[in-house]
């Protein structure tokens, strides 16, 4: 494999409608900003990224597109895409509070890289394609009447694995409408901090008799000793997301959750994505493989690490009403990495 050198990089801030509307117990999102990133060496192969930034992480495409030029800078300077390790230790130097730029970098290198190599990146991995789990489609807070309309929706379009956003009251009413419409999907239920810890451990009653695979993040990022308890005395398996935001953060959730979420987007990139998975699965915790509202050139860089996983929530892309890359088929909710030629498999749309 001959390796070539990075000759030029660019990104572009992007506007990506929401099919629909996305609300959690924090806000309504109608639309997502992106920023897409290309490297292009000087055989004219191009590594694509993307960032995702989540305003709860105090991010946002402004921050992302201050960020990118040092960043982009260290890829210029090193030059070389197989040198991923110099790099991505460079970029947590030089960006420590922008995990969603990183990522975007830290995806694009390794796209041009594997391109290089005409290999997929779950291969240079050593992953198996057929290892990856289904991933879930959300169904965002709405009535109970259109939540419902949605989850019958995604059985329809052949999803089996729901993730149910709630958090802002009518909170049981809302879940036993989308089983009654869903009654043989699996069902997990995110409530992005909304709950106490007492709320929570006596809403995992009706949790349970709904047949919830578990429930992420009930209650607020620090409060770790909540999660401990709603783990110890609620009634159904408990994932710490936002209290989990790095590897560095296991360790402090190991004895008070059954699953932790791991997103490029909050931890910056392949390889700190890798670290916090492996660190989760050595304290006998299992991995949930999760996104933010994204674009396939994002969405396409964590499929590569689906095989990993226990878990996926891999539907960033699929909630949105356009998007600018294609990015791995996930036709009825199977990651199917078996298709991706080359890199990630993410390819601007139009090519
Ligand atoms: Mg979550």
């Not at 117990?25 to 292009?40: D, I, K, P």
């Not at 901090?193 to 009930?218: I, K, M, S, Y």
């Not at 929530?313 to 909630?319: E, K, S």
Request: hydrophobic share 45%; proline share 5%; net charge negative.
């Amino acid at each position: 494999m001959a390796v070539t050198q990075i000759a030029s990089t660019e990104f572009e801030r992007v506007t990506l409608p929401v099919d629909g509307e996305f609300t959690i117990s924090r806000g309504t999102a109608a639309e997502t900003e992106v920023v897409t990133v290309e490297l292009t060496d000087e055989a004219g192969r191009v590594g694509v990224g993307a960032a995702g930034p989540s305003s709860y992480y105090g991010e946002s495409a402004d921050s992302v597109e201050a960020a990118l030029p040092p960043l982009l800078s260290v890829v210029e300077e090193v030059g070389n895409p197989h040198r991923q390790q110099p790099i991505e230790r460079r970029l947590a130097d030089a960006a420590a509070e922008e995990a969603a730029a990183r990522a975007a970098v830290s995806i694009a290198v390794d796209d041009l890289a594997a391109r290089q190599a005409d290999e997929p990146l779950f291969q240079r991995f050593g992953l198996d394609p057929d290892a990856a789990p289904e991933t879930s489609y959300t169904v965002a807070i709405d009535s109970p009447e259109s939540m419902a309309e949605r989850a019958r929706e995604a059985v329809a379009e052949g999803y089996s694995v729901l993730k149910v956003k709630l958090g802002t009251g009518r909170d049981r009413e809302r879940l036993e409408a989308v089983r009654e419409a869903a009654p043989d999907a699996r069902i997990r239920v995110d409530a992005n901090c909304d709950w106490t810890a007492e709320q929570a451990v006596a809403n995992t009653a009706w949790l349970a008799d709904v047949g919830v695979e578990f429930l992420e993040q009930p209650v607020l990022a620090d409060d770790i000793q909540g999660l401990r308890r709603v783990h110890v005395e609620g009634e159904v398996p408990v994932a710490a997301d936002e209290s989990c935001v790095t590897a560095g953060d296991v360790p402090a959730v190991a004895d008070a959750v059954d699953v932790v979420v791991v997103k490029l987007m909050k931890c910056g990139g392949l390889r700190p994505a890798m670290q916090q998975i492996l660190t989760a699965q050595s304290h006998g915790l299992d991995v949930i493989l999760g996104c933010m509202l994204e674009s396939n050139a994002s969405i396409a860089g964590s499929c590569a690490l689906a095989p990993l996983v226990e878990y996926a929530d891999l539907d960033g892309a699929l909630l949105l009403a356009e998007d600018v890359y294609e990015g791995v088929p996930m036709p009825d909710g199977q990651i199917d990495l078996s298709g991706v030629e080359r890199g990630t498999g993410a390819v601007p749309i139009g090519e």
